[in-house]
Antibody, heavy 120, light 106 residues
Framework: QVQLQQWGAGLLRPSETLSLTCTVY????????WNWIRQPPGKGLEWIGE???????NYNPSLKSRVTISVDMSKNQFSLKLSSVTAADTAVYYC??????????????WGQGTLVTVSS | IQMTQSPSSLSASVGDRVTITCRAS??????LNWYQQKPGKAPKILIF???SLQSGVPSRFSGSGSGTDFTLTISSLQPEDFATYYC?????????FGQGTKLEIK
């Protein structure tokens, strides 16, 4: 059974770079699309972007200038970097798996979530 | 693509039949997924491609619709169904979610 385990710094100051990593256990890394999604406290879900095992990415235009998603197939990991964070980036960040590009069949496995707080 | 759910919140009793609606700002064919989220937990997929039940999800959950209008129906509410429900379009990027429907116990 696939498990996604994520980690990264939970407290950042404004202008710093958010960095999170998600490791995939119990399933093949190739053949799927790997996504990041965030949820501000008490609010809805926002898709950040996706990457395939070949490294092809697709980002939300609202964050594109600040986002980098990368993959390390040798470690079954993918990572998120978000630069120049502000308080508006405070959210629970989730990694998630999709079986197709653009999650045509939905996100079928999720990480446990990481609360990232941006505060001076 | 803007996704709008109604209602935003809903009170119901165990055993009730409940329907949640999701409307897309443009046609998304049948590229619509539904999730359940409980407090402090990651969302869990219930329905994909508008009406396909995810493996392991109870059959009391069902989805329908195409184009711009979709519904999630829970045929007989169980205590564990009280949660927040989100729709999500996968027709085009950026992928987008509805604002959520909070289902509470009456």
């Amino acid at each position: 059974q696939v498990q996604l385990q994520q980690w990264g710094a939970g407290l950042l100051r404004p202008s710093e770079t958010l960095s999170l990593t998600c490791t995939v256990y119990g399933a093949s890394f190739s053949g799927f699309y790997w996504n990041w999604i965030r949820q501000p406290p008490g609010k809805g879900l926002e898709w950040i972007g996706e990457i395939n095992p070949s490294g092809t990415t697709n980002y939300n235009p609202s964050l594109k200038s600040r986002v980098t998603i990368s993959v390390d197939m040798s470690k079954n990991q993918f990572s998120l970097k978000l630069s120049s964070v502000t308080a508006a980036d405070t959210a629970v960040y989730y990694c998630a798996r999709a079986r197709t590009i653009a999650a045509r069949l939905g996100f079928d496995s999720w990480g446990q979530g990481t609360l990232v707080t941006v505060s001076s | 693509i803007q996704m709008t759910q109604s209602p935003s919140s809903l009170s119901a009793s165990v055993g009730d039949r409940v329907t949640i609606t999701c409307r897309a700002s443009e046609s998304i064919s049948r590229y619509l997924n539904w999730y359940q989220q409980k407090p402090g937990k990651a969302p869990k997929i219930l329905i994909f491609a508008a009406s396909s039940l995810q493996s392991g999800v109870p059959s009391r959950f069902s989805g329908s619709g195409s184009g711009t209008d979709f519904t999630l129906t829970i045929s007989s509410l169980q205590p564990e169904d009280f949660a927040t429900y989100y729709c999500q379009q996968s027709y085009s990027t950026p992928l987008s979610f509805g604002q959520g429907t909070k289902l509470e116990i009456k």
